[in-house]
């Protein structure tokens, strides 16, 4: 059988937009990047996100976007604004971003792994 020889790819986000950013870990975590890509198999690259804190926000991101979550009792949808997540923890921001870029299957949770961010 062969064996997959993962690529180990460092991304510096200082000053770079999050959704540039978050597409170019997705497209390497998903393997998109090599010559050989086949959907069906998880043959991504490991990616390592550094200075994750110096991120930079177009537009009125930081003020105007919420992420939601729902304790599934009624009238139980939480709403956090962007800024207080980015502020606690900016790696939480790069990895929702990522996360919904990744197609909604099993192999999503084995590339996601593979994903470290450093502040």
């Not at 993962?6 to 937009?17: F, L, M, V, Y």
């Not at 930081?62 to 502020?87: C, N, S, W």
Request: hydrophobic share 40%; proline share 4%.
């Amino acid at each position: 059988m062969n064996q997959i020889k993962r690529q180990k790819i460092e991304i510096d986000a200082t000053d770079k937009a999050c959704g540039r950013v978050a597409t170019a870990i997705a497209m390497a975590l998903r393997g998109k990047i090599k010559p050989g890509f086949v959907p069906h198999i998880d043959a991504g690259a490991s990616v390592t996100v550094i200075n994750a804190s110096k991120l930079k926000f177009t537009g009125r991101k930081l003020v105007q976007k919420d992420y939601y979550h729902h304790t599934m009792h009624a009238g139980g949808i939480k709403r956090t604004p962007m800024k207080k997540v980015f502020e606690s923890d900016p790696a939480k921001v790069i990895r929702h971003a990522v996360n919904g870029m990744l197609p909604k299957n099993k192999l999503r949770v084995e590339m996601m792994k593979r994903l470290t961010i450093k502040a």
